[in-house]
Each structure stands twice: as C-alpha cells, then as structure tokens.
C-alpha cells in the first residue's frame, strides 16, 4: 500500500516529491535486500548526483561487485577531499580581505591537515600557505614556502600512489611535466607585481637570475 502510494508520487510535476518518493523507495527495497529493484529507483537522480553514487556504491558493495565499489567510493572520497580544499580556499582569501588573520592561518593549517590526511603530498599540503604569506607580505615565510614548493613539485601527484586511492586509474607524468612545473613556478615566483615586497631577499634575487638565465 505504501509503496503504491510512492509510486504514485514519482508521477508528480514536483521535482522535490518525485526525488523523495524514489528515496523512499530505493531504501525499502534495499532493506529487504532486493538490490534490482532498489537500484532502478536511482534513475530519477541526476548521474552527477552524489546521494545516487553513493547508494550506487553501496549497491555495488552488497552484490558482490567489489572493485566497482572501491573505485565508486574512493572516486567520491577524492572529489569531496578537492570540494573542500577549494572551499577552504575561498574562505582563506575571504578571511585575508576580511582582516581576519587569525581565522585565515586556521583555514591554511586545517587545509594543509586535510592534504596530508588524505595522502595529497607536500606540494599540495603547502600551497595555500603561500597565498596567505604573500597577502602579509611576510618576506622570510614566503622565500621559505617559495623554495618548498619548488622543492617539492614531483609530489603533487602522490595521492596517485596513495593507498586510499588504490583502486583508482589515474595518468602518469613523465619527468618533463614535473621540469616543466617547476620552471613555470619558478617564473610565477619572479613576478614582480605579485611578489615585488621580496625585492633584495637573497634567495628571491636567485630565483630571478635563474629565471633570466632559462
């Protein structure tokens, strides 16, 4: 009877409705454990929807095909990790412009947790500290991020070799693109309408002569 009933619902105009009836359905039939059924019911979600590839997921997990489950919910994982770091991101900058240093060295230390946490290695685990030593005009903390950076360039893909992400495919750069990466920071660090504050800093002016010098 209940379910007739939201089965009627999935005719409504209402988009809102229709997606609560699905859900309502897809549930009852995943607790009696009849998958097919549960399953047909994820089609009146959008496929970029995440509740639907999250139950996808579990649907996957509970009928034995494994590796499709690992893959749907790592995909996930990685997705939301990147949601959230860009996020936080724009929340730092909105903490800089704001004046409110203290909540912006939060964000940054909180991102860089977050990046570690999840295996994104210590380019990525860094980069949003720069931005904030640059809006400060902080010469020492900047030239010291600026070098880690550099430093660090070939692990910006380590969350590819990371077992949390182990039954993902991801592609594989060559040492050129890592030599490339670094020559572009190198001339993005040498801006001088960005970073011009760092004008007579030694390791700054050696950046600049390397950058001339390619």
Not at 83 to 106: P, S, T
Request: proline share 0%; charged share 30%.
């Amino acid at each position: 009877m209940i379910c007739s009933w939201f089965s009627g619902l999935l005719e409504s105009e209402d988009l809102s409705i229709r997606k609560s009836a699905a859900e309502a359905l897809f549930h009852f039939y995943y607790r009696k454990e009849d998958y097919q059924i549960a399953e047909r019911y994820l089609l009146y979600y959008s496929e970029d929807n995440p509740e639907r590839k999250l139950m996808q997921a579990n649907i996957y997990a509970k009928t034995g095909k494994i590796n499709e489950a690992y893959v749907a919910y790592e995909e996930m994982m990685l997705a939301e990790v990147n949601q959230l770091r860009i996020i936080m991101n724009a929340l730092q900058i909105l903490c800089e412009e704001d004046g409110d240093f203290d909540l912006a060295h939060r964000v940054a230390d909180a991102s860089s947790d977050v990046a570690k946490c999840f295996d994104m290695g210590v380019y990525q685990e860094i980069s949003m500290q720069l931005e904030l030593a640059a809006y400060e005009k902080n010469i020492d903390e900047t030239a010291r991020i600026m070098e880690k950076l550099i430093s660090n360039c070939d692990s910006i893909s380590d969350f590819t070799k990371s077992k949390l992400f182990s039954h993902l495919s991801f592609k594989q750069y060559g040492k050129d693109f890592y030599e490339d990466l670094r020559s572009d920071l190198v001339k993005r660090f040498c801006d001088e309408e960005t970073f011009g504050y760092m004008s007579g800093n030694i390791y700054w002016e050696t950046l600049k002569d390397k950058s001339h010098k390619e």
